[in-house]
């Protein structure tokens, strides 16, 4: 005979248990990490999502695969990536989160036995609740590479903390993306617009009118103005999202 749900919790109440609330944002500080390829990707695809956890308290980090430089394979920092890492530092004030950087070149992302491990090192090292990156099916092989270097960290730390994959530049970048999750971005966009344009060297007109084109669907199909989706990995445990 098949158990339903009043058996289990008619059972359950037998046992003496409750069933305990769904674990709420707010409840306790959380560890965030947003993974983009490069300095933009976090505050474009997710910036709305990051201000909401930052202003509930939560401490946000954005992990940058690389500095946006433009002497690879050196390595060395150059004129672009001071640059760059400078917009990331101000786009991170105005999201109340902090920058991080994995190191890689922009262009050359590498994937292979040593960048998994250290992706993963600097991930256990972090100890996040919850991670952001990348959805896989995307034009830009940085994207791609840091998106599997994050879905290897999570698989080689027994799949601890929660698992998202975000949206960003659709059509150019992202592509073929089924939402299982919004968050409301209407208080916040103002300000994810802002952290947007501390990127100014990078065509932020341009970018942002695509961004914002999204967010408004995404809000469209949640029932906000506005709204940033997501995709919760399957085996990954329930958000929390704020
Ligand atoms: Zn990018």
């Not at 640059?83 to 101000?90: C, L, P, S």
């Not at 092989?141 to 601890?160: E, F, M, N, Q, V």
């Not at 970018?207 to 084109?213: D, N």
């Amino acid at each position: 005979m098949p158990i339903n749900r009043r058996d289990l919790l008619a059972g359950a109440a037998a046992l003496g248990l409750q069933a305990l609330p769904a674990e709420s944002p707010a409840s306790r500080k959380l560890k965030v990490i947003v993974t983009g390829g490069h300095p933009g990707d976090p505050e474009y695809g997710c910036g709305g999502t990051i201000a909401r956890y930052a202003d509930q308290g939560h401490d946000v980090a954005l992990l940058y695969l690389n500095r946006g430089e433009k002497s690879c394979p050196e390595r060395a920092a150059d004129a672009a990536a001071n640059v760059r890492v400078a917009e990331a530092k101000r786009a991170c004030e105005i999201l109340k989160a902090r920058p991080l950087f994995a190191g890689q070149c922009d262009g050359h992302a590498v994937v292979d036995e040593a960048r998994y491990r250290e992706f993963r090192e600097l991930i256990e090292a972090e100890r996040p609740d919850v991670l952001f990156t990348h959805w896989p099916i995307d034009g830009h092989r940085d994207h791609r590479a840091i998106s599997t270097l994050a879905y290897d960290a999570w698989l080689a730390t027994g799949k601890k903390f929660a698992f998202y994959y975000y949206e960003v530049s659709d059509g150019e970048d992202t592509l073929m993306f089924p939402p299982t999750g919004f968050v409301d971005i209407t208080a916040t966009e103002a300000r994810k617009r802002l952290a947007c344009y501390a990127h100014a060297s990078q065509s932020p007109d341009r970018f942002y009118a695509l961004q914002s084109q999204v967010t408004r669907f995404r809000g469209v199909e949640s029932g906000h103005v506005q709204a940033e989706a997501f995709v919760r990995h399957v085996l990954s445990r329930e958000g929390p999202l704020p």
